[in-house]
């Protein structure tokens, strides 16, 4: 049984009234769980939570993937660069080899035009020829070919009603060209094309020859 005597019996003294119990938790506070109020505003709020890092984590793995792709096409870029530097090298090594061995196939040429290119000699000169046309080296300027200002240097002009259009008729140095890349240029001779005289002209000339001759 619990003492209610308000008066000590052993000291005599008045005792104290025992404080009042702590007030009961309010409604809405923070309560066990299942209580209203409690765990589900939490919980909530976790799952609000979770989903914003879900999405930063989302946009974080777009930018990545797109700095990935972006480094992925420049050094595809920078490959393709590199090569093709690379390749340009080479061809401009090559042209220089051959612009050098150009007067060598002019004195083959002027050999084998004199007769003088002939046993061993001939066959060197074939394989250095067929060698060369291997490599890329083509020759152009043939007697008839249109006149090509491109390709042609003309040294020589006469003019002729054979032809229709500026035609080259002598070609004194054959040209040459590597893939794109004109070595040299060929020297030719060019005849224009000259319209022949009407019948009024022709009688007039005539007419001036008779009057030479007498």
Do not use: C, W
């Amino acid at each position: 049984m619990r003492d209610r005597r308000k008066i000590d019996p052993e000291t005599g003294e008045v005792r104290r009234p025992e404080a009042a119990e702590a007030e009961p938790q309010q409604a809405g506070e923070t309560g066990p769980a299942g209580a209203p109020g409690g765990s589900a505003p939490a919980a909530g709020k976790a799952d609000s939570d979770s989903g914003a890092a879900a999405a930063d984590l989302q946009k974080q793995l777009e930018e990545r993937t797109a700095d990935l792709q972006r480094v992925t096409a420049d050094f595809a870029n920078y490959r393709k660069r590199v090569e093709r530097d690379r390749l340009a090298v080479i061809e401009s090594a090559k042209a220089s080899v051959l612009t050098e061995l150009l007067p060598l196939l002019d004195d083959l040429e002027r050999a084998d035009a004199h007769g003088d290119l002939t046993g061993p000699f001939k066959a060197v000169a074939d394989k250095l020829h067929s060698t060369l046309r291997s490599i890329g080296l083509e020759s152009f300027g043939n007697e008839g070919d249109p006149f090509d200002p491109l390709v042609h240097e003309a040294v020589q002009h006469s003019t002729s009603p054979d032809v229709k259009e500026p035609t080259v008729t002598t070609v004194l140095r054959r040209g040459y060209r590597f893939g794109e890349r004109v070595l040299r240029h060929a020297l030719v001779a060019v005849t224009d094309h000259e319209p022949e005289p009407s019948a009024e002209q022709t009688a007039d000339q005539a007419e001036q020859q008779s009057s030479a001759d007498n």
